[in-house]
Every structure is written in C-alpha cells, then in structure tokens.
C-alpha cells in the first residue's frame, strides 16, 4: 500500500537572477533545493536509488533549467514535487526504488523530466518525484490539479498491485484519508486507539 500527495514548487524571477548572478550564494532557487533535498545522498544512502528520467542525476537542475528558459517558462510553477510513501516492512529499498521510476514513466512518459529518489533515512521506505514543469517538446505547463492527484494515486495503486502489494480499497476504508489508512495499518491511528479503548468500557460502564 503507499501514499501520495503532490505540490506545487514555485519560484520568482529576482530569486532567480540572483542566485545566477552570484554563484556564491548558498540559498538555492526552489527547483534547485527540491532536486537537492530528493536527491540527498544522506538520505537516498546509495546513488544508485536516484534515478532520472529524461534527464541525468547529476545534471538534473539543469537540464531542466535549460528546458524552462528555451521556452520561456521560468516563473511561476517551476517543477512539482510527489512523493509515494509505503506502508512499513512491505518493500524493499530496490523494489520501491523500481515502483517509483516505474510510476514516473507511466505518470510523465517522455513529456516531462523527473528526479526519482527513494528515501532510506526513515522507518518508511518512500520516493520523492521532482518534475520539471516545462513540457520538453511544447513548452507547455504540466498543472496539477485534482485530477493530476487522483490519477496519481490511481496509477501508484495500479502500479503496486502488479508487483503484489496492498493498495486501499475503496469501499472498506471509505471516508479514511491514505494518512489515516497508513497510520491504522502501522498501529499509530490516535482514532483506532480510541475507538479500541471506548470498546473496552462500554460492557463496564453503568450509564
């Protein structure tokens, strides 16, 4: 079973020129920090669970960068940043690596660049997706309204029930959240605690 959830990355045009006037500079534009955080080997613990896709790792930003200013899309929405967390002791770190490169290429095909990472560094094994939001043959912007996030979620589910994992079934688990499925099936709900400890009392109590 995993999660996802994906936002918006946004950038400004002064951000941007400075940071290119002034190489020195620490503080990254947001496309460059979100493809820094994903791809932080401190967390990825391994290059090898950072993949590109349409792009190369290490060249990553600026492959993308050089998209966006060839079409004259710098502002605004700069990239989307995904994520495909997994329900706890249910996937290797090869496999889920190889789940999110899967969904990236279903997701994106060849129409977009995406940093595939897959975090080690907690309990649950997840996989960040930086996307360029440049079109790499229109220069067309990707938005990623509602119907972007439940095909997202769709096609993870899709995705994960070919290689055997659990996926949320919609009318046992209706009106719960994928947070709180995950939480319920993890055994950290506060709602399934409740519910369990008003069970317990109930056949005790006089009113």
């Not at 990553?60 to 960068?65: P, R, S």
Request: proline residues 2%; glycine residues 6%; aromatic residues 8%.
């Amino acid at each position: 079973m995993a999660t996802t959830k994906i936002w918006a990355v946004k950038d400004n045009l002064e951000r941007t020129v400075n940071y290119a006037a002034n190489p020195k500079k620490t503080v990254d534009s947001d496309l460059k920090k979100a493809i820094h955080y994903a791809g932080d080997e401190a967390k990825t613990e391994s290059r090898c669970y950072v993949t590109g896709v349409n792009c190369n790792v290490d060249s990553a930003f600026e492959e993308m960068n050089a998209v966006q200013e060839r079409f004259g899309k710098t502002g605004g929405n700069v990239a989307y940043h995904a994520y495909q967390s997994f329900k706890t002791g249910e996937i290797t770190p090869e496999l889920c690596h190889e789940i999110g490169v899967e969904l990236a290429k279903k997701m994106w095909g060849n129409e977009y660049q995406v940093l595939v990472a897959t975090h080690l560094n907690t309990g649950t094994l997840h996989n960040h997706f930086v996307v360029c939001s440049t079109n790499m043959w229109t220069g067309k912007k990707l938005e990623a309204k509602y119907e972007v996030y439940y095909k997202l979620r769709d096609m993870s589910d899709r995705v994960c029930k070919e290689h055997g994992l659990s996926v949320i079934v919609p009318g046992r688990d209706k009106g719960k959240s994928y947070i709180e499925h995950q939480a319920e099936q993890n055994g950290t709900s506060y709602k399934a605690k409740l519910k369990a400890a008003i069970d317990r009392l109930i056949p005790v109590s006089s009113s």
